[in-house]
């Protein structure tokens, strides 16, 4: 995987034809990723497309045993957090509209689309650097070492924005008053089928 | 086991990075403390949420727009502003060619003309070092002129070829 991956890269310095193998491999993710920064799908098309221009123009300068899935959400995570600069909080006015392909969710409950709209709009409420450290681990799947060169950060100071991120989010879930009842709370902590020991 | 352990404890739960020993600790915490369970829930609870979100898929026309722009910046030469530069650069050049042929000339002139006065040459003599200075120095100028311009020609043409693949 890595490996095909440095193949295409070299490649794509000599081709621009090559290069568009790696927009596909990566077009759906990084559109994502900058939708859920930017809350917008205009925005985040125009932006995924000035990110692949910008990895296309410096990719000569790209090292082959570098790791390219950190560099390219640096490119993007910075685009999206200088595009959000100057711009009020954004207000959510689209709904997920379930896309084509292997991505796309089914359709859920009345409830559970309440808890993605609220979450989605939680996530767009936070900074944006929280905002970004949030969609890399648990959208993106990013490792911690992963994150910490996006971020350009030692590992364990991305930890703890990564606490930090997770803590103000669910704060402002608990604020919205998300699934909050303490019965199910309670039954759920008592029964709790993930904690180990 | 104090609370703000607790939850440092349950973040570090989420990155799957606690012991056998630190989970055990934790649960033990978790049965006696009402406020560190509900922050325990509501956190994992966050954490699912987020993950479950829909993945969106690139609309069709991201991957046209972007090839039709990296094809564009392809076929660009690559820094369009350092012509700009260069060009500014000739006109310097020129501007400074220009103020030597006129400033150097008459000086020249005037400063073979009083060592004429000293000297007991014929009139014709001196006139004909006087011209042929006036006419050194312009052709400086003009030779200063001549390079700038050649310079920048040759860096323009090979900006304008494709960059070399590295
Ligand atoms: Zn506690």
């Known amino acids: ?126 900074p944006e650097v929280y905002r970004a450290v949030i969609l890399l681990r648990h959208v993106d799947e990013l490792s911690y070492e992963e994150m910490a060169q996006v971020l350009e950060v030692p590992l364990g100071t991305a930890k ?38 | 086991m104090n609370c703000n352990i607790a939850q440092q404890l349950t973040q570090h739960f989420l990155d799957n990075a606690l012991s056998q020993a630190e989970a055990r600790t934790l649960e033990l915490h978790l049965e006696g403390c009402r406020d560190c369970r509900s922050y325990f829930i509501r956190l994992e609870r966050t954490t699912l949420a987020v993950e479950s979100l829909p993945r969106l898929a690139a609309p069709p026309d991201l991957y046209v727009r972007t090839m039709a722009a990296v094809a564009q910046s392809a076929a660009a030469p690559r820094q369009p502003q350092r012509r700009w530069a260069d060009l500014g650069l000739m006109a310097f050049f020129a501007l400074a060619g220009l103020l030597i042929a006129l400033q150097s000339g008459p000086e020249l002139a005037d400063s073979l003309a009083d060592l004429e006065l000293a000297d007991p040459f014929s009139l014709v003599d001196s006139l004909f070092v006087v011209a042929a200075s006036l006419e050194l120095s312009l052709l400086a100028g003009a030779a200063l002129i001549f390079a700038a311009g050649c310079g920048t020609l040759a860096r323009l043409i090979a900006w304008g070829q494709p960059s070399p693949a590295h």
């Open chain 1, 160 to 197: 703890v924005r990564l606490h930090r991120a997770r803590s103000l989010l669910q704060e402002k879930l608990r604020e919205a008053g998300i699934k909050g009842g303490d019965h199910e709370l309670q039954h759920r902590a008592t029964a709790h089928p993930t904690l180990p020991g």
């Open chain 1, 1 to 126: 995987m890595a490996e095909l991956e440095s193949i295409l890269i070299e490649e794509a310095k000599q081709d621009s034809r090559a290069f568009g193998e790696l927009v596909l491999r990566y077009q759906d993710r990084l559109f994502n990723f900058l939708y859920r920064m930017t809350g917008n799908r205009e925005d985040a098309q125009d932006l995924a497309q000035e990110v692949f221009l910008r990895v296309y123009k410096a990719l000569h300068r790209f090292r082959p045993d570098a790791p390219f899935r950190p560099w390219l959400y640096k490119i993007a995570m910075n685009l999206a957090i200088n595009h959000a600069k100057g711009r009020r909080p954004t207000a959510l006015l689209e709904e997920d509209v379930p896309s084509h392909g292997p991505l796309a969710s089914p359709e859920g409950t009345a409830e559970q689309r309440e808890t993605q709209q609220a979450i989605r709009q939680a996530i767009l409420e936070l």
